[in-house]
């Protein structure tokens, strides 16, 4: 990690503010035009001037001293900006600044590093404001990276800013309903526009805007003041479902997206095994209806499910199913969002950050690898028809194999693979309750994984991977809060430097 001091970025407001130029050169030309723009009121201190200056001074924009600094020339400042090219001139304000007594705070173009704040680089587009720091190391980076953000997106930002503003003003004050509500409403609002945004469609921002004017205006009719909850469709509109992937277990793996639709959620449908931090994540009044299987209770069907989502869509304007890993990958998302489709409620999909891959990477085991592994295969350790009866457990031609919902079948999964003529020294790795402070793993060669695996007592959910890059585990042993049980390694493979071949007892590190 950079070594670096960071400064705290902040934005002033200077409208009305008496702020002090020093230097009347192409710097001090720069900063006045921004300080103008900031609304603040200028005066500027130098025996010359660029012509852009005088010619500010001549409009009434500034206040131009055409003299050397002088020592009195600091009272009435709380903010002075230094751009002349004598160190003398410099040195005698900060010292000025001593004798004053109070704090003015000085930006110093010679020595950044002396002053108090520096002048990021900015890119402005209506209310759009691009700031850009190197911390004074390389101010035109600076630049180039302000200047590249505000071409890839300002136009689009500053235009939605644009209609925000007006809705914010005109529409919102007709609403009658409570502080609570108003607040919800915005951030449902927000969420649709960053996602319009995001799509750089600026079409779609547009019509996002005037379906929450309509939205806006319906409920500030129907609502009572003092009532808290979030803005619900009319009858005739449906909300719109969120599939999203909530990852294995650590909440850090939650998308940026998944986030800020879960934070505008009227109600959340959830599977068993999302962490209570990710659920918070949900307003305070969002409905939450756990839809899992729990240990000892009956798994909701399929279809009670679909329906309970059918219903919540017609009363709340962001619903969100979440599930564990990723939505479309052995999760039934496709049939939930199959259904939405048929019954006409508008749907988004999310992606996570799959098990099958989040696991492995948290046991330090790399799916792929140039020297080992250049396929990967997922498959359920469980397969059934869509009647529900079972399949045989598939053993694709993939360098590596992954099962999911497997911990229960690993017999099973081991008889398919010995069968398809996996060798019994074929490394297993079984990896439960992965990515989370509670993660275990276990390494064997095929023919020993399920008495190693009982022996260590694991518990679901598990994922088993299946190949040379399992002895990595040991060697990439890098989550903490786990262990990796060693694997005996050879001069041929892949944690190649690894000698002493280890018998499987629990290795779980703290
Ligand atoms: C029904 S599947 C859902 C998979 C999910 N859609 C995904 O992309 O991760 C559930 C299986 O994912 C695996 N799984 C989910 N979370 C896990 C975790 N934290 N540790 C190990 N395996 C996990 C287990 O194999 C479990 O049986």
Redesign the pocket.
């Known amino acids: 990690m950079d070594d670096v001091q960071h400064a705290y970025p902040i934005f002033l407001d200077l409208h009305g503010q008496a702020c002090l130029v020093v230097g009347g050169g192409r710097v001090a030309d720069r900063r006045v035009r921004r300080l103008i723009d900031s609304g603040a009121r200028v005066t500027l201190v130098s025996p010359r001037a660029t012509r852009v200056i005088r010619q500010l001074h001549e409009r009434g924009e500034l206040t131009y001293v055409a003299r050397a600094y002088l020592r009195g020339d600091l009272a009435g400042h709380n903010l002075v900006l230094l751009a002349t090219d004598d160190e003398s001139v410099h040195e005698q304000v900060f010292q000025d600044r001593l004798d004053e007594g109070r704090p003015i705070l000085i930006n110093d173009a010679m020595r950044p590093t002396r002053g108090d704040f520096t002048v990021p680089a900015l890119h402005r587009e209506g209310a759009l404001s691009v700031a850009v720091s190197t911390g004074g190391l390389m101010p035109r980076l600076a630049a180039a990276v302000s200047a590249e953000v505000g071409r890839l997106f300002g136009q689009t930002a500053a235009a939605l800013l644009r209609r925000y503003r007006t809705w914010k003003t005109t529409v919102m004050p007709r609403h009658r309903s409570g502080a609570g509500a108003v607040r919800a409403l915005r951030r449902a609002v927000d969420q649709r526009l960053l996602e319009a945004f995001r799509s750089g469609d600026l079409a779609r921002v547009a019509t996002t805007l005037e379906r929450a004017e309509k939205l806006s205006l319906l409920e500030g009719k129907h609502t009572r003041p003092g009532s808290a909850p979030p803005p619900r469709p009319g009858p005739s509109q449906a909300g719109t479902v969120y599939l999203v992937?909530a990852?294995?277990?650590?909440p850090g793996l939650l998308t940026i997206k998944g986030r800020e639709v879960l934070r505008s959620a009227g109600a959340v449908v959830y599977?068993r095994?999302i962490d209570a931090a990710v659920l918070e994540l949900a307003p305070p009044w969002a409905e939450l209806a756990p839809v899992g299987k729990a240990p000892g209770r009956q798994c909701m069907s399929q279809e009670a499910i679909n329906q309970r989502l059918k219903e919540l869509a017609g009363s709340h304007e962001v619903v969100v199913r979440l599930?564990?890993?990723?939505?479309?990958?052995?999760?039934?998302?496709g049939e939930e969002a199959d259904f939405l489709q048929a019954e006409g409620i508008p749907y988004e999909v999310v992606p996570?950050?799959?098990?099958?891959v989040?696991?492995p990477a948290y046991a330090g085991i790399p799916l792929t690898h140039r020297a080992w592994a250049s396929s990967v295969a997922i498959s359920?350790?469980?397969p059934v028809c869509a009647d529900g009866t079972p399949r045989p457990i598939a053993v694709p031609e993939a360098d590596t194999l992954v099962?999911?919902?497997?911990?229960g079948n690993l017999p099973a999964v081991v008889e398919a693979l010995r069968s398809e003529g996996k060798t019994p020294d074929t490394p297993v790795a079984v990896?439960?309750?992965?990515?989370?402070v509670n993660?275990q793993v276990v390494t064997a060669p095929l023919e020993a994984i399920v008495e190693e695996v009982r022996r260590a007592g694991l518990r679901?959910?598990?994922?088993?991977v299946v190949g040379e890059v399992v002895r990595f585990a040991d060697r990439l042993r890098w989550f903490r809060s786990g262990g990796a049980e060693a694997f005996p390694v050879d001069e041929t493979s892949p944690a190649k430097g690894r000698t002493t071949p280890k018998a499987t007892e629990s290795a779980r590190a703290g």
């Open positions: 992937g990852g294995p277990g650590d599977d095994l599930k564990g890993g990723d939505p479309f990958l052995l999760g039934r998302g996570g950050v799959s098990a099958a989040a696991v359920t350790a469980h099962y999911l919902m497997g911990l990896v439960s309750m992965g990515t989370t993660q679901p959910p598990a994922v088993i």
